[in-house]
């Protein structure tokens, strides 16, 4: 299993960017998908969860309105769609996927949301 992630960086307040996971390994469209950041000296954070076929999606209160989860399941990729960005969105983004009993992470893209 590989998750891949992209997109992160620096942007100011107000901006936007678009987060990718590329996903191999296994079967992709069979498993629901999450995104996770963790901010500097704070906890790991959930931040939203789409289910296998795209049809459910789960926000975290914090992000909801701001950011939307997608997936392409023909190409294997999650994605994850991040407007109106407040600097206290900045941290390192991950991907996760849980499959049986293990539990795999994608190495993190950092987004830094400053003036």
């Known amino acids: 299993v590989q998750l891949v992630e992209s997109g992160g960086g620096l942007v100011q307040p107000g901006g936007s960017l678009r987060l990718s996971c590329a996903a191999s390994?296994?079967?992709?469209?069979?498993?629901?998908m999450r995104w996770y950041r963790q901010a500097p000296g704070k906890e790991r954070e959930l931040v939203a969860i789409?289910?296998?076929?795209?049809?459910?999606?789960n926000y975290a209160d914090s992000v909801k309105g701001r950011f939307t989860i997608s997936r392409d399941n023909a190409k294997s990729t999650l994605f994850l769609q991040m407007n109106s960005l407040k600097s206290e969105d900045t941290a390192v983004y991950s991907c996760?996927?849980?499959?049986?009993?293990?539990?795999?992470w994608g190495q993190g893209t950092r987004v830094t949301v400053s003036s």
């Open positions: 390994g296994f079967t992709f469209n069979t498993y629901d």
């Open positions: 996760y996927v849980w499959i049986g009993i293990l539990n795999y």
């Open positions: 789409i289910s296998s076929d795209g049809s459910s999606t």
